[in-house]
């Protein structure tokens, strides 16, 4: 059930009609060719590159949006039954469902399980992980938990957290010494497997030059996020974790729920969060894996409540009359499940929305392609924003990227190759209107770029152009730059009006 749920959630409005920025990437770098994926990683995105592999064999089937997002709408699904199991592990066929649609039906696992990029899979796979960890605690092999673990690591390096989390559930089960041994040497596999990445990861960190340490108000945002952005599920769901947390320990060497789900909600976002006090790496998206852990918690503070009321049900009664697991409460817990979905429904409606990404490049196309025409010069700024026309290449065909050297493909970069500042001062000296597809933030002077050829572009522009009639999409816009008469060259003569 809570798959179904989780599936019919993610399929809901799957089709928004636009790509925001980091979708476009997987998208133009799905469709390209095995060798020039290989090569894109040499100097950027390392740390995808499983996934874009991946996402190659799925779009070669049926390359658009919809097919971008499905890998994600399974994977979400998957690690909504794969919470359901470890529910019913740990504690009972009833925690496990109770778990299950929580998670499905949470805001943030809808909003990524509708994103075109890997984290869905990753969270499916640590959560996988996470099983066969209590089976092996249990007494089962380690060496499933291990591949699983190094595969889900590759698709995104962070997940390699999960082990610090699978340490403190030991630790609060008392595991004994065979345990801890078998879990070391697993773990000591996953790491040796991920040491390439790292190795190759770690020249590429320029990419996460734009993130800022994360403070206090970040924590209690991704809480939120964890237990329900709506006040009324969230004040619910956090004292039912609370109780939850009453049960962390239980008997020797015998996991709980709570000391499994506390430790994968917690540890992770927390040693990622320190981290980053002394080099930024945080982003929410990429501890979404931890998310899992919450909805357990949940259920098994729900549990507590459905068990107290139980035993008052059965004081007094004859043994045969106490039923051990009241189908009456399952349903409850299910009802009260539903309630939520109810309370946050306007925010999963406006989540399937375009404008509830970053960006919506979409959007621009559309704009672009009424504003156009055959022959017209374009420059993107920042190089970044060529992504729509990589994505949306239609209302671009017949216009001249005026700055661009080398494709993207061919060059192994995300966005092409650019002309150096005097190249780029010369090829824009030679023009009369440019359009600009650009960041209103940069062409506005509201902060100047540290690349030395988008700041030539922006002081070029102001120095030399006007700004005429524009489109704006959100922090995109379409803008006409025209010369004035006064600034061009002797040589210049006015272009013929447009169509």
Same mark, same amino acid.
């Given at each position: 059930?809570?798959?179904?749920?989780?599936?019919?959630?993610?399929?809901?409005?799957?089709?928004?009609?636009?790509? *925001?920025?980091?979708?476009?990437?997987?998208?133009?770098?799905?469709?390209?060719?095995?060798?020039?994926?290989?090569?894109?990683?040499?100097?950027?995105?390392?740390?995808?590159?499983?996934?874009?592999?991946?996402?190659? &064999?799925?779009?070669?089937?049926?390359?658009?949006?919809?097919?971008?997002?499905?890998?994600?709408?399974?994977?979400?699904?998957?690690?909504?039954?794969?919470?359901?199991?470890?529910?019913?592990?740990?504690?009972?066929?009833?925690?496990?469902? *109770?778990?299950?649609?929580?998670?499905?039906?949470?805001?943030?696992?809808?909003?990524? &399980?509708?994103?075109?990029?890997?984290?869905?899979?990753?969270?499916?796979?640590?959560?996988?992980?996470?099983? /066969?960890?209590?089976?092996?605690?249990?007494?089962?092999?380690?060496?499933?938990?291990?591949?699983?673990?190094?595969?889900?690591?590759?698709?995104?390096?962070?997940?390699?957290?999960?082990?610090?989390?699978?340490?403190?559930?030991?630790?609060?089960?008392?595991?004994?010494?065979?345990?801890?041994?078998? *879990?070391?040497?697993?773990?000591?596999?996953?790491?040796?497997?991920?040491?390439?990445?790292?190795?190759?990861? @770690?020249?590429?960190?320029?990419?996460?030059?734009? /993130?800022?340490?994360?403070?206090?108000?970040?924590?209690?945002?991704?809480?939120?996020?964890?237990?329900?952005?709506?006040?009324?599920?969230? *004040?619910?769901?956090? &004292?039912?974790?609370?109780?939850?947390?009453?049960?962390?320990?239980?008997?020797?060497?015998?996991?709980?729920?709570?000391?499994?789900?506390?430790?994968?909600?917690?540890?992770?976002?927390?040693?990622?969060?320190?981290?980053?006090?002394?080099?930024?790496?945080?982003?929410?998206?990429?501890?979404?894996?931890? /998310?899992?852990?919450?909805?357990?918690?949940?259920?098994?503070?729900?549990?507590?409540?459905?068990?107290?009321?139980?035993?008052?049900?059965?004081?007094?009664?004859?043994?045969?009359?106490?039923?051990?697991?009241?189908?009456?409460?399952?349903?409850?817990?299910?009802?009260?499940?539903?309630?939520?979905?109810?309370?946050?429904?306007?925010?999963?409606?406006?989540?399937?929305?375009?404008?509830?990404?970053?960006?919506?490049?979409?959007?621009?196309?559309?704009?672009?392609?009424?504003?156009?025409?055959?022959?017209?010069?374009?420059?993107?700024?920042?190089?970044? /924003?060529?992504?729509?026309?990589?994505?949306?290449?239609?209302?671009?065909?017949?216009?001249?990227?005026?700055?661009?050297?080398?494709?993207?493909?061919?060059?192994?970069?995300?966005?092409?190759?650019?002309?150096?500042?005097?190249?780029?001062?010369?090829?824009?000296?030679?023009?009369?209107?440019?359009?600009?597809?650009?960041?209103?933030?940069?062409?506005?002077? @509201?902060?100047?770029?540290?690349?030395?050829?988008?700041?030539?572009?922006?002081?070029?522009?102001?120095?030399?152009?006007?700004?005429?009639?524009?489109?704006?999409?959100?922090?995109?816009?379409?803008?006409?730059?025209?010369?004035?008469?006064?600034?061009?060259?002797?040589?210049?003569?006015?272009?013929?009006?447009?169509?």
């Amino acid at each position: 059930m809570p798959a179904l749920v989780m599936l019919a959630l993610g399929l809901w409005r799957l089709d928004r009609g636009g790509m *925001w920025r980091d979708e476009a990437v997987s998208f133009q770098v799905g469709r390209r060719t095995v060798p020039q994926i290989w090569h894109l990683l040499h100097d950027v995105d390392a740390v995808h590159g499983l996934y874009y592999l991946l996402l190659h &064999a799925v779009l070669a089937v049926h390359p658009g949006e919809v097919a971008l997002r499905l890998p994600s709408v399974c994977a979400a699904a998957a690690t909504a039954a794969l919470v359901a199991e470890l529910g019913r592990r740990l504690v009972r066929p009833r925690v496990g469902l *109770w778990a299950g649609l929580l998670y499905a039906v949470t805001p943030m696992a809808g909003h990524y &399980a509708q994103e075109g990029r890997s984290y869905a899979l990753v969270a499916a796979g640590a959560t996988a992980a996470t099983l /066969l960890f209590v089976r092996a605690v249990r007494g089962g092999a380690w060496r499933a938990y291990g591949v699983v673990l190094s595969l889900t690591c590759w698709l995104h390096e962070f997940a390699v957290l999960l082990l610090l989390a699978h340490a403190v559930s030991l630790a609060l089960a008392r595991a004994g010494r065979r345990v801890w041994r078998g *879990w070391g040497c697993a773990a000591a596999a996953v790491v040796l497997a991920l040491l390439p990445m790292v190795l190759v990861s @770690r020249g590429q960190s320029a990419q996460l030059a734009w /993130l800022r340490p994360p403070t206090a108000e970040t924590a209690g945002g991704l809480l939120r996020r964890f237990l329900g952005p709506a006040d009324s599920v969230y *004040w619910v769901c956090l &004292a039912l974790a609370c109780l939850g947390l009453l049960r962390l320990a239980g008997r020797r060497g015998e996991p709980t729920c709570a000391g499994v789900g506390m430790p994968v909600a917690v540890v992770p976002p927390l040693v990622l969060m320190l981290v980053s006090q002394a080099s930024p790496l945080y982003v929410d998206r990429y501890v979404l894996y931890a /998310l899992s852990g919450a909805p357990l918690l949940v259920a098994c503070g729900a549990e507590r409540v459905a068990g107290t009321v139980e035993r008052l049900w059965g004081r007094g009664r004859p043994v045969w009359r106490r039923p051990p697991a009241s189908p009456a409460l399952a349903l409850l817990g299910v009802a009260a499940v539903a309630l939520s979905v109810v309370h946050q429904f306007p925010l999963l409606r406006d989540d399937r929305a375009p404008g509830a990404r970053a960006d919506d490049l979409g959007a621009v196309s559309r704009a672009a392609g009424r504003e156009l025409a055959d022959g017209d010069a374009v420059v993107f700024v920042p190089a970044a /924003l060529r992504n729509v026309a990589l994505t949306y290449p239609r209302p671009f065909d017949g216009t001249r990227d005026v700055l661009r050297v080398a494709g993207a493909a061919e060059s192994g970069t995300l966005y092409g190759r650019e002309a150096g500042v005097a190249e780029l001062r010369r090829r824009l000296a030679g023009l009369d209107r440019v359009w600009v597809v650009g960041d209103r933030r940069l062409l506005g002077a @509201r902060w100047v770029p540290r690349d030395p050829v988008e700041r030539a572009k922006v002081t070029t522009l102001w120095q030399q152009f006007t700004g005429r009639e524009e489109t704006v999409r959100g922090v995109v816009t379409v803008r006409l730059y025209v010369r004035p008469v006064s600034a061009r060259p002797p040589s210049a003569s006015p272009r013929p009006g447009r169509r």
